[in-house]
């Protein structure tokens, strides 16, 4: 199941996305926004990038007007590997190698026909493992380091 979101800037983008996930009968919940009305995307960051690093859902996808914004707050979530693709080869390359578990977009970036494109793409790729796995735990490690908060996985 995915947690989807996004601010006033990604509004537009993730009607798009949304009619994509019906179409394709792939299950969602989406956390807002509702309307273009302006809201801060570190607020939409947290709710969805919290349900996936909860567990509660299995991958999230946030958009905001640049796809920047809204990666960098859900980067901070420990667990939380969110990937800003703007691109389909990013989109490829960011589950086969890094596992990212958030999809980020820029709403005012890119067009809806790329954006469903990389959605695609990103939902139907597996991390490949290997060294790659070697690689994030040493994320994994900078994360244990610098929040020892901690966060649940
Ligand atoms: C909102 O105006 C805009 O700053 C936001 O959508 C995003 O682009 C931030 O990174």
């Not at 693709?85 to 980020?104: E, G, M, P, V, W």
């Not at 970036?109 to 040493?138: M, N, Q, S, Y």
Request: glycine content about 12%; overall charge neutral.
């Amino acid at each position: 199941m995915i947690a989807i979101g996004s601010d006033h800037g990604g509004y537009v983008l993730k009607q798009a996305v949304l009619e994509y996930l019906d179409e394709n009968k792939i299950a969602y919940k989406d956390f807002g926004c509702f309307d273009e009305n302006a809201v801060d995307y570190p607020d939409i960051a947290m709710k969805v990038a919290e349900e996936v690093a909860k567990g509660n859902f299995s991958r999230g996808i946030l958009i905001c007007g640049t796809g920047i914004g809204i990666s960098i707050a859900a980067n901070k979530i420990p667990g939380i590997r969110a990937a800003l693709c703007n691109d389909t080869f990013s989109a490829k390359y960011s589950r086969q190698h890094n596992d990212a578990n958030i999809l980020t977009l820029g709403g005012r970036v890119i067009g809806p026909g790329l954006a469903v494109d990389i959605v695609d793409i990103w939902l139907r790729e597996e991390f490949t493992g290997g060294r790659h796995k070697t690689r994030l735990d040493k994320i994994a490690q900078i994360e244990k380091h610098y929040w020892k908060c901690g966060g649940e996985k």
